[in-house]
């Protein structure tokens, strides 16, 4: 009823209005502010608890935009869901900025498994989890401050998730691919996946 009317209206951008930040925007003009205690503007992206939820449960609670899911969250080692729990993929990778090359936060990628570690099933559901590189949390500020914001910096996260459609490898049509798709592609390679040809 009136909550759910409110958690809409929270995370829905205005008509016109679309949602395609880079990784370092991401990083850099959200996250960042978030973590610094700043205010964002546009303030569009929810704080979730992101780990009691199922991939497929994220919708009204979290920030849509196409397929794609947004919300900050806390870092945490449980990864665990109602009904299954998130894998990690591969190596983190570095979020740089595009004018002077420096390092501003990590990326590491996980798939959500139904079912209990480690014998859960594979789904198609991706998360990107961003964080705040350590050199991102340094501050002018005295040595107590500057301990308080790198605890802080450390804790928040982004989190985009989003389902890999494997119809769209069938398509032909290799524009559709998004370089989300072609990383996951790239991920089940590493993780010896056979993907049709």
């Not at 870092?75 to 740089?96: I, S």
């Not at 209990?116 to 949390?137: C, F, H, V």
Request: hydrophobic share 30%.
């Amino acid at each position: 009823m009136g909550d759910h009317n409110n958690i809409n209206n929270n995370v829905n951008l205005p008509p016109g209005f679309r949602f395609y930040p880079t990784d370092e925007e991401l990083v850099v003009h959200f996250l960042h502010r978030k973590a610094s205690l700043l205010p964002c503007h546009p303030d569009v992206i929810p704080d979730l608890d992101l780990y009691p939820f199922d991939p497929w449960q994220l919708q009204g609670r979290a920030l849509e935009e196409g397929n794609q899911w947004y919300y900050y969250s806390r870092r945490t080692q449980n990864r665990m869901t109602n009904n299954g729990y998130w894998m990690p993929m591969g190596m983190e990778e570095q979020v740089l900025t595009s004018s002077s090359n420096k390092r501003v936060g990590m990326k590491k990628y996980y798939v959500f498994h139904i079912g209990e570690a480690p014998d859960g099933n594979k789904t198609n559901w991706i998360m990107q989890e961003y964080r705040l590189s350590d050199s991102a949390s340094s501050s002018t500020r005295s040595s107590s401050s500057k301990r308080k914001s790198k605890s802080e910096h450390s804790r928040w996260v982004i989190c985009r998730v989003y389902e890999h459609d494997e119809d769209d490898d069938q398509d032909g049509d290799g524009t559709e691919l998004s370089c989300l798709d072609e990383v996951f592609l790239s991920l089940d390679d590493l993780d010896e996946v056979s993907l049709p040809n």
